[in-house]
């Protein structure tokens, strides 16, 4: 049964918000407020466009604008289905291995700790675990031509992949994901700065209090489950970030 069968959905014919965005907006409603769950499949876009009086292309653009936002990805052979509710807007994911090799650098990785501990309420609401459950947590020492460049420390699900050292210092964490087929799809992150730590100066080369960029990401597959929490510093002086940002329709 089309899940959005259930739902209130209508449009203003006499608003000057575009019909498909009307449409959109309440969709994405649903979605925050967990009348449509991470993997539900929507129906039939033609059996929508015709409960609703809408065109196929006017359904097709809300949907669409749903899967530019991450709340939606569009599956072949399986259709439409809701990835993760939190997700605001798309974001293209990438690791900081993969990014250094994109620059022309030659990216390094030394493993400071490989250990499973339990789960900090922070922790296990990021990862969507119990408190107190085993997660894997991972943390390295990103270098590029023998230089530091980042401290970054991971939170992963116990058992989702192997984590042996050797790999880990070897490629990038997201390389080993989608050797094990799992599909990143998009993810929640944040972005800050702050002062370093005399210890973490010392560790990436840096006074104490030189300048530090921070980033917390969530990382979602595309059954929209939590496979990574990370948390990285980096230095402001030698890596940037850089958005691209777009303007709501």
């Known amino acids: 049964m089309d899940p959005t069968v259930s739902l209130q959905l209508g449009v203003d014919r006499s608003s000057p918000v575009p019909l498909y965005f009307q449409l959109s907006q309440q969709l994405e409603a649903a979605i925050e407020r967990g009348a449509l769950t991470p993997g539900t499949l929507l129906g039939n876009e033609i059996e929508l466009a015709g409960r609703l009086g809408l065109s196929r292309p006017t359904v097709r653009q809300a949907i669409q604008s749903l899967v530019d936002k991450g709340l939606l990805v569009r599956r072949r052979g399986v259709g439409t289905q809701v990835v993760h509710s939190q997700v605001k807007r798309p974001l293209e994911l990438s690791s900081l291995y993969d990014d250094l090799e994109a620059a022309g650098q030659r990216p390094e990785t030394r493993v400071l700790r490989n250990t ?11 990862l969507g675990v119990a408190e107190g459950d085993e997660v894997h947590l991972v943390e390295r020492l990103r270098l590029a031509h023998g230089e530091p460049m980042a401290y970054l420390r991971n939170r992963l699900p116990s058992g989702l992949l192997d984590l042996e050292t050797p790999r880990l210092e070897a490629t990038g964490l997201y390389r080993l994901m989608r050797a094990a087929s799992i599909t990143l799809h998009s993810a929640r992150q944040s972005v800050g700065a702050r002062a370093a730590t005399a210890e ?13 960029l921070t980033m917390q990401r969530t990382t979602f597959d595309d059954t929209g489950r939590a496979v990574e929490f990370g948390s990285h510093i980096y230095r402001a002086s030698r890596y940037s970030f850089e958005f691209q940002l777009l303007v709501r329709p």
């Open 116 to 126: 499973v501990e339990p789960a900090s309420a922070e922790v296990a609401a990021a």
């Open 200 to 212: 973490e100066g010392e560790r990436l080369g840096e006074p104490a209090g030189a300048p530090l």
